[in-house]
């Protein structure tokens, strides 16, 4: 069964209800549960908890974490290749239909950008580009991945989705990590977000990271973009699509990402605003409906949150980041896809990180492990 | 002619077929599954099958097990 | 209706019965009718030619239960296939139990040979059931090999002492994708309904059935056991609290929020 079948098994209405209406003596007996299965889940994202409750599932949160993965934040870093794109998504930075700066780096470009990066003892990257495959397709990732390889033991990519082959050769050149947000799971509202463009089509996307994981990448990460509409059905729906990801692609780790929306060039207003509380709640949650997920926060957010949520299930985390192409090496950040919040530079970071009794990990895996050909 | 079955040396009369080995074991052919020189017989061929000398048979049967 | 379903066929009951070791065929068949079972395990042994007996099978109702045939006594997977392949000629239906046991002192699965061996029988159009270890990743790639279900064990077999693998099979259980029967070991009700209670789908029984002195009875206590274990585990068993650590609150900076 692909996960599209399975999500019609839960659908929209009764979940929002039942997520609703969850009472605090449901949201006790959730929390007392030896194993946090999908009901209990449901009822961990529920409003009505209390500081008390929130209390006790951070509390939860931060054992399972520590157990799992000890006092580490794994540190990565974004690499934006290219804002080009021919979406039209109404909420992003980079869509279609803004002007900004459009560039797409060379190959000395990507060299400084990379080598910046590296110099700052990043080994994990993470590319990203927009969906314009006659400038950034295909191609030009792969000849993008085999220029930066040397220097990174790990590089994931954020990009458009694929087809099987296409990840297989992704594999090939030497890509370890998937990273691709379903943005919202509610159709109706995906339509009205994506009007025109290839990231229209619902189920390619959605059943993207199931092929990732067929053709062999190690991490997939999935997520929703929170605040774009009913963030629990949302956050509920990305714990289904863990679950089935890491049953299914049992070899495969799962991580889940919480970019939260802000604002963008096209001033897109999003229909919730999401608190850190809720915030907070979502993550802790998670973290005990599946222990093993990697759980991912990017500089969208202050430092001071990050700071907060740093023991509440976090595993990896970015720093120093640009989300401009180009950004690193120039003081131009006009081409952003969203503005930074924690402006702390990687050193400074790790460093705060050692203060709260953290490890930060520049390097965890290293992709010449792997038996392949070039 | 002699044969083996189950381990054993057995005498039977040359080209025998399976079917009346069986009745001759006093063994029921519907509760028994043979298998000669390591090709699994169906019911149907027991009749059709005549044997030979050195010919090797395992017969079986379900029993209790856990 | 909470069936159980394996290989796209609904049972009732949860209790499997194996046919081992009874005093007699009498003893086997009331231990099978008070279970309420609908799947009893057999084996394959060589025909004693000396003394040719009267087949159990004419005491197993084919209407009422399906026969899963084991493969015990097999050391290695091509022992296995030959076996079920045995079965198979018997006129069963493609159902095996398989397993592959070269230890004769505790019967401990083979587990490389066991996945060699379901890898064999599924392409053969076998609908394979494996006894196994406990081992959650042996477990998936059972499951990759397309098993119709996986059977871990709870202690040696033989043993009656529970689930002594607990810990083991609650992750596997967590992780399958398809049903979990657990097998060998459980030598009380309790143990049973403790692996219900656990989420487990269904349990075989053999030796604490046909070792007492009373097998009807026995059987009859083992699928109340199934029963409660099973229906405590649809109710939603409550966990223990956890005493929450006194050290500095986690989510206090909430609370400074304007």
């Given at each position: 069964m692909s996960f599209l079948q399975q999500l019609d098994n839960y659908p929209a209405a009764p979940l929002a209800r039942r997520i609703a209406s969850c009472s605090g003596t449901e949201i006790d007996t959730a929390l007392a549960c030896d194993r946090v299965g999908l009901e209990q889940f449901a009822c961990l994202l529920?409003?009505?908890?209390s500081d008390a409750q929130l209390e006790q599932l951070a509390a939860r949160a931060h054992r399972l974490t520590t157990q799992r993965f000890g006092r580490t934040i794994q540190l990565y870093a974004p690499l934006y290749l290219s804002n080009e794109c021919h979406n039209g998504c109404r909420y992003c930075g980079f869509s279609a239909d803004n002007s900004l700066p459009r560039k797409t780096l060379n190959r000395q470009e990507i060299d400084r950008e990379a080598g910046m990066l590296h110099e700052q003892e990043f080994r994990h990257i993470l590319l990203l580009t927009g969906e314009a495959p006659e400038a950034a397709g295909i191609g030009y990732l792969e000849s993008a991945i085999r220029q930066i390889r040397p220097m990174f033991g790990s590089i994931a990519i954020e990009v458009f989705p694929m087809e099987s082959d296409e990840y297989q050769r992704m594999v090939a050149a030497g890509v370890d990590g998937l990273t691709l947000y379903q943005e919202t799971y509610d159709r109706e509202l995906y339509s009205e977000l994506h009007p025109y463009g290839p990231k229209s089509d619902y189920d390619f996307r959605l059943t993207a990271p199931e092929r990732a994981a067929a053709a062999g990448f190690r991490r997939v990460g999935i997520g929703s973009l929170l605040g774009l509409g009913d963030f629990l059905t949302d956050t509920f729906y990305t714990g289904l699509h863990a679950l089935y990801l890491a049953r299914r692609f049992w070899r495969t780790q799962v991580t889940i990402g919480f970019p939260r929306i802000k604002p963008a060039v096209g001033g897109y207003t999003p229909r919730t605003e999401i608190s850190d509380r809720q915030l907070t709640q979502l993550i802790c949650a998670l973290r005990l409906l599946i222990p093993d997920a990697g759980l991912v926060l990017s500089t969208r957010e202050s430092a001071e949150l990050r700071n907060n949520l740093l023991p509440l299930g976090i595993t990896q985390m970015s720093a120093g980041s640009c989300t401009a192409p180009g950004g690193y090496a120039g003081?131009?950040?006009?081409?952003?896809q969203f503005s930074i919040?924690?402006?702390?530079?990687p050193q400074e970071f790790s460093q705060q990180v050692k203060s709260f009794g953290y490890e930060a990990v520049w390097k965890d895996w290293d992709c010449a492990f792997l038996n392949r050909a070039g | 002619m002699q044969l083996q079955i189950n381990g054993e040396a057995v005498q039977a009369e040359d080209r025998i077929d399976v079917g009346r080995l069986l009745s001759r074991l006093e063994l029921n052919p519907q509760l028994v599954v043979v298998e000669l020189n390591r090709r699994i017989l169906t019911p149907e061929d027991f009749s059709e099958t005549a044997l030979t000398q050195g010919d090797v048979l395992e017969i079986v049967q379900f029993v209790g097990g856990g | 209706m909470d069936n159980l379903v394996i290989a796209g066929r609904s049972f009732r009951s949860r209790l499997m019965i194996g046919t081992g070791k009874f005093s007699s065929n009498r003893a086997m068949v009331s231990a099978m009718e008070a279970s309420g079972c609908e799947i009893v395990t057999v084996a394959l042994r060589r025909v004693d030619l000396a003394n040719p007996q009267d087949s159990m099978l004419q005491h197993i109702d084919r209407n009422r239960y399906l026969l899963l045939p084991n493969t015990s006594g097999a050391r290695d997977a091509e022992e296995a296939v030959r076996l079920a392949r045995l079965a198979r000629a018997?006129?069963?239906?493609?159902?095996v139990k398989l397993e592959v046991t070269?230890?004769?002192?505790?019967?401990?699965?083979?587990p490389v040979e066991t996945l060699k061996a379901a890898e064999i029988l599924v392409k053969e159009g076998f609908i394979v059931l494996p006894y196994m270890p406990a081992d959650p990743v042996l477990a998936k790639r059972l499951e990759e090999a397309g098993t119709a279900a996986v059977m871990p064990l709870g202690a040696p077999i033989g043993t009656n002492r529970g689930l002594r693998t607990r810990d083991l099979l609650a992750i596997i259980i967590e992780q399958a994708r398809i049903p979990v029967v657990v097998d060998a070991g459980l030598g009380a009700p309790s143990h049973a309904a403790e692996a219900m209670e656990m989420g487990a789908d269904a349990v075989l029984v053999n030796t604490a059935l046909a070792d007492t002195p009373n097998p009807a009875g026995m059987s009859a206590a083992f699928a109340k056991g199934v029963q409660a274990g099973r229906e405590a585990f649809l109710a939603g068993l409550g966990g223990q609290r956890n005493q929450a650590e006194a050290s500095s609150p986690l989510t206090g900076f909430l609370r400074n929020e304007g």
């Open positions: 529920a409003p009505r908890i003081e131009d950040h006009q081409g952003e919040s924690d402006h702390r530079s | - | 018997a006129g069963c239906e493609p159902w070269p230890d004769p002192y505790h019967l401990l699965p083979d």
